[in-house]
């Protein structure tokens, strides 16, 4: 089975602070995404990338910046941290065959 | 602008009974539909697919229905069990960009 792993199901952090999410995948796929989850607004896609060094905006890329170094990481990085980002995070990642994988999710707090 | 929404944010059913979600779209250039379950605590898990060029597709309980006349995706979980209490997503994947748009979710009781 695939699995993708994100590295915190619970996060706390002060306004202001740089936050760094971790994504991890075991199956050696090149597309991976970061959705933010909120109520009433479903998921909706901050960034995403094709391969090693690339990536595109997704939907609301604004406050975010990412980083794959490697292909099996995708990191999702929170420049300073405000309270309108706190929201439930999740990672997938998509081949052919096996469409999307999920994460379990990271839910972020910021205080 | 273009969007994926749900008709019913909140769906009670009993158990036993058959349950059926819809979903609108309104994007006609996309080519995939995915329906996703997701329990609390969890990420979505992928529940059933269908492409454009069918009507129709069936799975273990679930059936998914595409009527792309009315830009319209249904999914119906027969005999509705306790475990499918969840929130149900639908997806489409605009192919060209290899990205999903989701709805805003349903969330389905199950009553005993």
């Known amino acids: 089975d695939v699995k993708v792993t994100q590295s915190s199901r619970y996060l706390v952090k002060r306004t202001g602070e740089k936050v760094f999410l971790e994504c991890v995948q075991d199956m050696d796929h090149e597309n991976m995404f970061w959705y933010r989850q909120d109520p009433g607004l479903g998921l909706r896609l901050i960034y995403f990338?094709?391969?090693?060094?690339?990536?595109e905006k997704g939907d609301i890329p604004e406050g975010y910046s990412v980083s794959r170094e490697k292909k099996e990481r995708f990191s999702l990085i929170l420049e300073s941290a405000s309270t309108n980002q706190t929201s439930m995070y999740l990672c997938?990642?998509?081949?052919?065959?096996?469409?999307?994988?999920f994460g379990s999710g990271t839910r972020l707090t910021v205080v | 602008g273009e969007s994926v929404g749900l008709h019913l944010p909140t769906l009670s059913v009993q158990e036993g009974d058959n349950s059926i979600i819809n979903c609108a779209y309104s994007n006609s250039a996309s080519d995939y539909f995915i329906w996703y379950k997701q329990e609390s605590g969890k990420g979505p898990q992928f529940i059933i697919d269908i492409r454009s060029n069918m009507d129709k597709r069936q799975g273990q309980r679930v059936t998914v229905l595409l009527n792309k006349t009315v830009k319209h995706l249904s999914l119906q979980i027969a005999a509705t069990q306790p475990g499918d209490s969840a929130v149900y997503f639908c997806a489409e994947n605009r192919g060209a960009t290899n990205k999903l748009i989701f709805g805003t979710g349903t969330l389905l009781a199950v009553q005993p």
């Open positions: 990338s094709y391969d090693v060094k690339m990536k």
């Open positions: 997938a990642t998509k081949t052919e065959r096996y469409g999307y994988t």
